[in-house]
């Protein structure tokens, strides 16, 4: 008996209980496209928190005061106030894993431009920042070395500050803008950076000169922040050691002392969130794949009763000639034809609640080929798997016994 | 005389209940010749279904040979002896035995799938001469339910023609049906019988339907009690015709 023969009467034997074959295939097509809509958004979180710490700068090095004891009270990082230019200054001269190195003084406050105001931060760095940061400038020209060592009144707009002080499309460039009654001149415009994965509108920003901010809004000489960027991704590690022993020289702590900064990496960042959305990504494949499951027991519950019911059918192909073999592929063939309609039409549906998903909540959902191509697999071997029992049951009928069954 | 179509030796065949041996058929012999058409009658416990279930190569004599077409089925494997009931047995059963929601040509056109000889094409072909041989195939795209009760077992008859078999083999095959629709298959089977030269056994218990062939052989507690030749075949068409016309009341 050939394939195409046995395709043929598996589907038209299909045919005759449309309904049924339906709802045994509603199992399979919950399960697949849920496997596919679960993947999808699992992929879809990693990779926008991969896109968007990678455009941070992958190679970003973080250094932050940390904790003191100060007479027996543990104060918080922030108050602390540990970093200087000279601790940036060695780095830069010292470190050779290090690439670029910017401090970075912040303040909030208000900017003001004519009528219009907005609450936003200045952050003061040197020019090497933009390149640690991966930033770009839109338009305009970055602030100099000069400007740093004159603590020039320049500053660079980020794009929200932009909107709202210039709504009407206005050059800002050239334009005076106030931030806590000081006027700056902006010399430049940023690229657009979004939100970060933290949910931080990063073009919320205005960008001077470290030396003015410290000096005409904070007149303070420490650092909150200092950026710093490894030579490559992979020298992450060398560069944080060398930073660490620089600044503990830096900070002259004896042996014993706690370090008083921390240094990170993204690499611990990008490490950390991943293995949370690898860990969410698991457990929605997980509880998909049991409803997969579920969706291939009903397939074998569907076609035992199948089995039964037909009793007389299979007594009467039995008698006209069909081999034990010849029942066997066909319900076979039934039970896979039906997971693999299902695979499909699941892919389908799968594919369409992703895009939907991203259309009507906007998360990021990224459908892998892999993934359809997994399930399919699976799909095909449930369709084997829980068929082929029944399948062999209704194969070693007895045609006498068969052809009498009431 | 004619070639032998069927050759049965001394078949005895027993099945064991728990403890007790039953001997359902205690030595059975007969030929049947090519263009008979031979009545096994019978009343129930005489083995009759026994015996049918071996000429249909469905079940082994525990003793004894039976040769269908000279094959010896003894020797056979479970496959072989489905190929041969595919390619040498016609089944017409009581009860139809149609699929349902299939058309009539569908169900004619079953045994052919099981033969992988047969293409496409030539499959469709014989289905609906099959048809036409039982005056159907006006209505080869209609299912069971849209059927009569005579009109099934036409189908069923087509079934059992389309892959051209040594012998039709039927099994109380008038069984489910009224005088008027069981005296209309009969003489379907007559002409078949004479026009196209069929060899037909005719499993029954009706002594009346045992009246249109050509020979009977009687059982009686699994053994042939008479075999004797119908001298004077009574003719159901001539029968058909001696019915009161309408019994509307």
């Known amino acids: ?406 | 005389m004619d070639k032998k179509i069927l050759e049965i030796q001394q078949i005895k065949r027993e099945f064991r209940m728990g403890t007790e041996i039953v001997r359902a058929l205690k030595g059975v012999s007969f030929d049947v010749f090519a263009g008979e058409f031979v009545t096994i009658m019978g009343s129930s416990g005489s083995g009759k279904t026994t015996l049918l279930n071996i000429l249909g190569c469905l079940d082994k004599p525990t003793e004894g040979n039976y040769l269908l077409d000279g094959v010896n089925i003894g020797q056979l494997s479970r496959n072989e002896l489905a190929r041969l009931r595919n390619r040498k047995i016609g089944f017409v059963f009581q009860a139809y035995n149609l699929l349902p929601r299939t058309s009539a040509l569908e169900n004619v056109e079953l045994p052919l799938f099981y033969n992988m000889e047969i293409s496409h094409e030539d499959r469709r072909k014989k289905a609906i001469h099959a048809l036409e041989a039982v005056k159907l195939a006006e209505r080869m795209d209609h299912t069971p339910s849209q059927l009569s009760g005579g009109q099934q077992q036409r189908v069923a008859i087509a079934r059992a023609l389309v892959n051209e078999p040594v012998m039709i083999l039927a099994d109380e095959a008038t069984g489910n049906l009224d005088t008027r629709t069981s005296y209309e298959i009969m003489a379907l089977m007559q002409e078949l019988n004479r026009e196209q030269g069929k060899t037909i056994v005719f499993v029954t218990h009706e002594p009346d339907i045992a009246a249109f062939s050509s020979r009977t052989v009687m059982l009686r507690d699994g053994k042939v009690v008479k075999d004797t030749k119908n001298e004077n075949v009574r003719s159901a068409k001539e029968a058909l015709a001696a019915l009161p016309v309408s019994d509307d009341y």
């Not at chain 1, 046995?6 to 045994?24: C, G, M, P, S, V």
């Not at chain 1, 603590?151 to 980020?158: F, I, R």
């Not at chain 1, 420490?222 to 490894?230: E, G, K, L, V």
């Not at chain 1, 037909?310 to 896979?336: C, H, K, N, P, V």
Request: neutral net charge.
């Open chain 1, 1 to 406: 008996m050939n394939v195409l023969n046995l395709l043929r009467i598996a589907f038209k034997a299909l045919l005759r209980n449309k309904l049924r074959a339906f709802l045994t295939m509603l199992g399979i097509i919950i399960g697949v496209a849920a496997v596919i809509a679960m993947v999808a958004i699992g992929q879809g979180s990693k990779e926008s928190i991969q896109s968007q710490l990678s455009s941070m700068g992958s190679n970003m090095i973080t250094i932050l005061p940390s904790s003191n004891v100060a007479g027996g009270a543990r104060l918080g990082g922030t108050s602390v106030n540990t970093l200087t230019i000279d601790d940036v200054k060695a780095i830069r001269k010292q470190a050779e894993n290090v690439s670029a190195v910017s401090p970075a003084a912040n303040s909030s406050g208000q900017a003001i431009n004519g009528a219009l105001n907005w609450p936003t931060t200045i952050y003061g760095v040197s020019p090497s920042y933009l390149d640690i940061r991966k930033w770009a400038l839109k338009d305009g020209i970055p602030f100099s070395d000069e400007d740093v060592r004159a603590s020039a009144k320049v500053c660079l707009l980020g794009q929200t500050v932009v909107t709202n002080l210039f709504p009407n499309g206005d050059n800002p460039i050239g334009k005076i803008i106030r931030f806590n009654n000081i006027p700056f001149q902006v010399i430049g415009v940023l690229e657009a950076k979004g939100q970060s994965s933290f949910g931080q509108d990063q073009d919320d920003a205005i960008i001077a000169p470290y030396t003015t901010v410290q000096k005409r809004i904070l007149a303070s000489i420490y650092f909150r922040t200092i950026y710093a960027s490894a030579v490559s991704e992979s020298a992450s590690d060398a560069a944080t050691d060398e930073i660490t022993s620089i600044l503990r020289k830096q900070h002259r702590l004896r042996s014993s002392d706690e370090d008083d900064f921390q240094v990170r990496t993204m690499a611990e960042l990008i490490s950390a969130l991943s293995s949370t959305s690898n860990l969410l990504t698991i457990l929605l494949t997980a509880i998909a794949g049991i409803s997969l499951v579920i969706g291939g027991i009903g397939i074998m519950n569907i076609m035992y009763v199948s089995v039964t019911e037909r009793t007389r059918e299979i007594g009467l192909r039995m008698s006209i000639g069909a081999r034990g073999i010849d029942i066997l592929m066909q319900f076979l063939i039934e039970a896979i034809m039906i997971s693999i309609t299902g695979g499909i039409i699941g892919v389908i549906l799968g594919i369409s609640s992703a895009k939907l998903i991203t259309i009507f909540l906007s998360w990021p959902t990224l459908v892998s080929e892999s993934s359809i191509v997994l399930s399919f697999l699976v799909c095909a071997a449930t369709g084997v798997f829980f068929g082929y029992y029944p399948a062999q049951k209704a194969s070693r009928l007895d045609p006498i016994e068969a052809l009498r069954y009431e």
